[in-house]
């Protein structure tokens, strides 16, 4: 069964250093998006992603942060300089279609641990 | 603002029914999506409404009323294995801008 997958699962980093992070969404979708979860919280809408655009962003994603689609497979965040509170489980999600229908999968995360 | 509210934890036997519910308040919605995560791990598809009523997955079902902005996910023969955090999602624009509850913890006894 096709998979999102991401690297890697633990990323441990020092504050103001950035970090990238990598998913390979499912080969057939379109629309790729980044999520994150802090310890014990809900999952919080980053970042949409589509025809090689950000379609939308959330205000957590300010201009720390960044998407990039590199090639034909990969889906990347970067965040330029980390923050203590950027430490969550960052997820990439990927779906065939938006709108009414959209059913989103979603790769098993990245722990970023900023120190 | 936007807020979708959801029982922070349910606790049931195994073999018992569990109805979870979500009602939301959006800005936008296209549909209901339901999402099961164990411990911290990937959130799994469950369920979609895009429509009002009832929609059948083997032991899980999920209902939508558009009109009362309200949605059930129905856990059907509880195993142990069902034990974990159940999130409801509203998909809130056109390009599919997933809006989470704060999900619900499950736990199954024996």
């Known amino acids: 069964e096709p998979e999102v997958t991401q690297t890697p699962s633990h990323q441990v980093t020092q504050m103001g250093q950035e970090v990238i992070l990598r998913c390979v969404p499912i080969s057939n979708h379109l629309y790729f998006y980044w999520y994150r979860q802090i310890l014990g919280q809900k999952v919080e809408f980053l970042v949409s992603?589509?025809?090689?655009?950000?379609?939308?962003k959330s205000e957590i994603f300010d201009d720390q942060f960044s998407v990039e689609r590199p090639d034909g497979s990969n889906f990347t965040l970067k965040i330029r300089s980390t923050k203590l509170e950027d430490s969550a489980m960052y997820f990439c999600a990927s779906s065939e279609v938006a709108g009414a229908k959209n059913i989103q999968y979603f790769g098993a995360g990245t722990r970023l641990s900023v120190l | 603002g936007q807020s979708l509210e959801q029982p922070s934890e349910v606790t049931a036997v195994e073999g018992a029914i569990v109805q979870i519910n979500c009602t939301y308040q959006t800005s936008g919605f296209y549909g209901l999506s339901w999402y099961q995560q164990h411990d911290g791990g990937a959130p799994t598809f469950l369920s979609y409404n895009g429509l009002d009523g009832l929609e059948e997955t083997g032991r899980f079902s999920s209902f939508l009323s558009r009109s009362d902005s309200y949605g059930y996910l129905l856990l059907q023969e509880l195993q142990m294995k069902d034990s974990a955090s159940y999130f409801c999602?509203?998909?809130?624009?056109?390009?599919?801008?997933?809006?989470f509850g704060a999900g619900t913890q499950v736990v199954v006894t024996p």
């Open positions: 999602a509203a998909s809130t624009d056109s390009w599919g801008k997933l809006q």
């Open positions: 992603f589509y025809n090689n655009e950000i379609s939308e």
